[in-house]
């Protein structure tokens, strides 16, 4: 019986100390600190040796000046045989708030000295300083240590402090330093460096770091110094630059591997630097042994040419093809090499059938179910720029089901919507679409909701469809690269249904189409249209971002892009244009982006 008595009275006294604290703490956070202090001052007395506690109390006294008391309270504690030492902190910050400098610096000079008896006190020691912003006395503690017992590392705090007082040098060595000895992944501290940096390279904080990891590289020669140089150049944008590193990287690491070139052919070509990839994908043509990857490398260069050169080029791709599948021939490691074939047929020589023959003898090749999958979604959309519907959604399904909970699989059911919407039966596209509208790919959750509204929306105001089965006439006629056939039947759209739901989707269609065949002005006035008369619709956004995205790059006004980004930010903070003008707001603007 006593026992439970005493099970029960132990069990009140917790239950009453977890209210107390749990009430403190709100009172504390929310700046009611008369009240936090009545709390902590008996909390405090329950239990003390509960360093929080008192520090908690210290930080209520402080708060409402009571500074005597604050003093008379630390001192005592100070008599203790066991001194946690950040109580000397809490005594000199006292002092300080008082504006006695002289016992200030006496105090924060006995927290430093306890570093002698030991160095593991310097985190909770620098991370008080940190707090009060005593920056010099934190990197006195971390330095101090550090000397005391040398396996301590604590260059992530120094670095993070240099940074907070500007001392970018100080900080460049200090994360450096980090990432050579191995005590932190390079990722984490690029992640910082990003902060400090931006895309141009004459900013002296980018200039800074260049020197700063040439000296390492001459004092200390290593390849990790050309790894970081060519991850500075990509920043800036210089991507000849970083290919020269990446070469010298690829030479002094034994020519092991070219996958780091192949990331920045790939990097450069989605930045339109498509002089650079074109060099470094020669350069993995010549030097790789993998035929994979030279393979790769090849289909990169065709593709560059095309893009280039246009139609001048098809007779001169067309023998390449031939002579790179008479090279790798028609099995599963070439898988890439038939579809891209296929796909020049189709879509640049406007011959699908040779391109289906092709594809369909590759299907008898043993593969296993993602190659299978590649292959099916690529003869599917062959098949669907020939106008055979039925044929290719039986090859999208089985993938769909194949795949069910993959990506690829997300994606075909994606283009189940989109071929039934290309051939008019438009309540199956609707089916599928609600499926994909919690798609775990983003983009695939977009495109499928903005299709959805597409469908919906046209087919509540007009039950006859009939300006829906024209867009998707002509979203079928862009797919097949009639750009010029598309372009007019917008056109037709916007004279014979103005006013209707239909009318701000035909126009973003026609734009993005104007904007293909480099009419740039017309595709404006297209863009600008959306945002002055369809400014509360669904492609509000895509229209702000697109007429940006167009000012910036082919109409050399990046000014007027600025202020459409920055109505994204503040006017649609849920499209999934937000992150990307975000990230080009702060780059006009001058912001170092990550």
């Not at 099995?331 to 189709?346: P, V």
């Not at 999208?396 to 039934?420: C, E, H, I, P, Y």
């Not at 008019?424 to 509204?453: C, E, P, Y």
Request: proline share 3%; glycine share 4%.
């Amino acid at each position: 019986m006593m026992r439970i008595c005493l099970l029960i009275s132990f069990l009140c006294c917790f239950g009453t100390w977890a209210q107390d604290d749990f009430l403190a703490k709100q009172y504390y956070n929310d700046g009611a600190f008369e009240k936090a202090k009545v709390l902590y001052e008996k909390l405090v007395k329950r239990n003390p040796s509960r360093t929080d506690y008192a520090e908690y109390y210290v930080g209520c006294l402080q708060q409402l000046e009571a500074y005597e008391e604050a003093e008379a309270f630390l001192l005592k504690k100070l008599e203790q045989p066991r001194v946690f030492p950040t109580f000397y902190i809490e005594l000199g910050y006292t002092y300080a708030l008082q504006e006695k400098t002289a016992q200030a610096d006496m105090f924060y000079d006995r927290a430093i000295a306890t570093l002698a008896q030991n160095p593991n006190f310097a985190y909770p020691l620098g991370h008080r300083f940190q707090k009060y912003a005593l920056l010099n006395r934190a990197i006195e503690t971390y330095t101090t240590a550090m000397e005391l017992k040398p396996d301590l590392n604590y260059d992530i705090h120094l670095a993070r402090i240099y940074g907070e007082q500007g001392a970018i040098g100080k900080m460049y060595e200090s994360y450096l330093k980090l990432i050579y000895e191995g005590h932190t992944s390079r990722s984490n501290v690029l992640r910082y460096l990003e902060d400090f940096i931006s895309d141009d390279p004459e900013d002296p904080n980018n200039i800074l770091l260049r020197k700063t990891l040439l000296k390492n590289a001459q004092r200390n020669p290593d390849v990790l110094w050309n790894e970081l140089l060519s991850w500075l150049f990509i920043q800036q944008n210089q991507f000849n630059s970083a290919f020269a590193q990446e070469k010298a990287i690829y030479k002094r690491t034994d020519e092991l591997s070219l996958d780091r070139l192949e990331n920045l052919g790939k990097i450069a070509l989605d930045n339109l630097a498509d002089e650079t990839a074109a060099a470094v994908f020669e350069y993995i043509s010549q030097n790789a042994n993998q035929p994979l990857q030279k393979l790769n490398a090849q289909l990169e260069l065709i593709q560059l040419q095309l893009k280039q050169d246009g139609a001048k080029s098809y007779s001169s791709v067309d023998k390449k093809f031939q002579a790179l599948i008479e090279t790798y021939g028609l099995d599963s490691k070439s898988l890439q090499l038939q579809i891209a074939y296929a796909n020049f047929l189709t879509f640049n020589l406007n011959t699908p059938e040779p391109a289906i023959n092709l594809l369909r003898k590759s299907m008898e090749i043993p593969m296993g179910r993602y190659g299978e999958a590649y292959l099916k979604m690529a003869l599917g959309d062959i098949l669907v720029f020939d106008q055979k519907f039925n044929e290719a959604l039986i090859y999208f399904t089985q993938t769909q089901k194949n795949l069910k909970n993959d990506v690829m699989g997300q994606n075909a059911r994606f283009k189940v919507a989109q071929t039934s919407f290309y051939k008019g039966d438009f309540d199956w596209a609707l089916t599928q679409l609600k499926v994909l509208r919690s798609s775990t790919s983003q983009l695939i959750a977009n495109d499928a909701m903005q299709l959805s509204l597409l469908i919906s929306d046209n087919t509540y105001e007009d039950s006859t469809q009939v300006a829906l089965k024209k867009y998707a006439r002509a979203d079928l006629l862009a797919y097949q690269q009639k750009t010029d056939d598309a372009i007019l039947l917008l056109g037709t759209i916007l004279e014979e249904h103005k006013g209707q739901q239909i009318e701000d989707e035909a126009l973003l269609k026609q734009a993005e189409l104007l904007e293909a065949k480099k009419k740039f002005d017309d595709a404006r006035f297209n863009y600008i249209k959306i945002i002055e008369f369809f400014n509360d619709g669904i492609l509000a956004d895509d229209a702000h971002f697109k007429l940006a995205q167009l000012y910036e790059q082919h109409l050399n006004e990046p000014d007027k892009a600025m202020p459409l980004y920055e109505k994204i930010i503040y006017n649609y903070q849920d499209s999934y244009y937000f992150p990307q003008a975000r990230k080009h707001f702060r780059r006009l603007r001058g912001d170092a982006v990550n």
